[in-house]
């Protein structure tokens, strides 16, 4: 056989033990993958993946010549197969939802079977899934920390019989995210020893803020605080392995602090279809007006036109539409904050640029009670190769438009 660089290794270990567990329903005998592999370091390898919880044995015992191995949800993650990662996706985010039904609708101190989950499931996804992605799902559940005890099929333990809810599940944000949150950090070894092929870290998403007809809000965690979280994770693996106390008590504080408002965004993702040029054309200017980092607006932090989204500052008091009260009873900081908006508006219209969609849920609130106006889809600016709306065309928020508007006449 060939030699194997220890990466490519792992990931044909890893395709091995996620397809015979989904397609078979089996473990995966080391003896056996010690044969398919011979003169490679394969050993080496399954101790790697024990040690980083990316596959598990099946009972506790240490290796053997007859161990087997069960994958965890991070081989799903890592073992190159699209496929299988999107089903294992789709099937924990559709327990995770259905768990979180079970817990305010039906607790049981005593736990439940997996007939009463499929009972949930049935009513939170009606026809939308069968027994396999629901066992499917209730074992990646483990890893997802959403179960506290379980009881595993014997003697195969591929499938949850039994399970207790775990409180966790009650302060899921969204299940659909679940997964990406668990999964950061995770890298296959030979990244962790070769500093160059490591990947670049991505936004991550946290949670959502808010939802439109073209568009979705997401809070999302900087590249550089979700590189260094995933460093801690590699950071935490070893010294768990190694004995180290003082890295391990480091890593975890510095990965489970709260992340500070500068390490974090709202991602704004469009859902255009490429045919759709006028919405395209609005998601080109809203990015070209921000790019300019114009006082009063929201700062621009990144942006991917071709993949339809951006992100900008956070802003942690949220919008006026959520601080209805704010300025009651204070006239004095009511006409501060407000001047700051007036001379936002004012200096765009010195520039012919119109926002054409001011309303209170448009407009932020930083800490200083200084107001930024924001969201820019349907700004007029002049001289514009392309008209974003079409004329004798009403724009903006209704609830604010003047009278004269319904009488068809235009600014």
Request: charged share 25%; glycine share 4%; with cysteine.
């Amino acid at each position: 056989m060939t030699a194997m660089k220890n990466e490519q290794l792992e990931l044909a270990i890893l395709n091995d033990v996620v397809n015979r567990f989904v397609h078979l329903h089996q473990s995966t005998a080391r003896r056996k993958t010690l044969i398919k592999y011979i003169n490679q370091p394969a050993a080496e390898v399954l101790q790697n993946l024990v040690n980083q919880n990316i596959i598990r044995r099946k009972n506790s015992d240490a290796a053997t010549m007859d161990e087997e191995y069960l994958p965890t949800a991070a081989a799903f993650e890592l073992c190159g197969d699209t496929q299988l990662l999107e089903e294992a996706k789709r099937a924990s985010s559709i327990v995770l939802s259905t768990l979180q039904h079970m817990f305010v609708r039906d607790p049981r101190q005593d736990g439940y079977a997996f007939n009463v989950l499929e009972e949930h499931a049935a009513l939170v996804f009606p026809d939308q899934m069968d027994d396999a992605t629901l066992k499917l799902g209730l074992y990646l559940a483990k890893d997802l920390h959403a179960l506290m005890g379980t009881r595993m099929n014997q003697p195969d333990q591929t499938e949850v019989e039994w399970f207790q809810i775990a409180e966790t599940v009650a302060n899921l944000p969204d299940p659909e995210l679940a997964w990406d949150r668990a999964m950061t950090g995770y890298r296959r070894s030979a990244a962790s020893s070769e500093p160059e092929a490591q990947e670049e870290a991505q936004w991550e998403r946290i949670r959502r803020l808010g939802k439109g007809g073209q568009s979705e809000v997401f809070l999302v965690r900087s590249p550089a605080r979700v590189a260094q979280r995933a460093e801690c994770l590699r950071t935490i693996r070893a010294a768990l392995d190694q004995d180290r106390r003082a890295d391990l008590a480091d890593s975890m504080w510095l990965y489970a602090r709260p992340d500070s408002v500068s390490e974090l965004g709202a991602m704004k993702v469009f859902k255009i279809r490429d045919d759709e040029q006028q919405s395209l054309d609005r998601l080109k200017q809203e990015i070209q007006i921000l790019k300019q980092n114009r006082p009063g607006l929201p700062k621009l932090l990144d942006s991917n036109e071709s993949e339809r989204w951006m992100v900008t500052e956070y802003f942690p008091e949220g919008t006026l539409e959520d601080n209805i009260l704010r300025y009651k009873g204070k006239p004095a900081l009511a006409l501060k904050a407000f001047l700051s908006l007036v001379n936002t508006v004012s200096g765009l219209h010195a520039e012919n640029i119109i926002h054409r969609d001011i309303k209170p849920a448009n407009v932020f609130v930083r800490s200083n009670d200084e107001l930024v106006l924001g969201d820019f889809g349907i700004v007029f600016v002049p001289d514009q190769p392309a008209r974003l709306t079409r004329t004798n065309e009403s724009v903006g928020p209704h609830d604010y438009m003047p009278p004269w508007v319904d009488i068809g006449a235009q600014l």
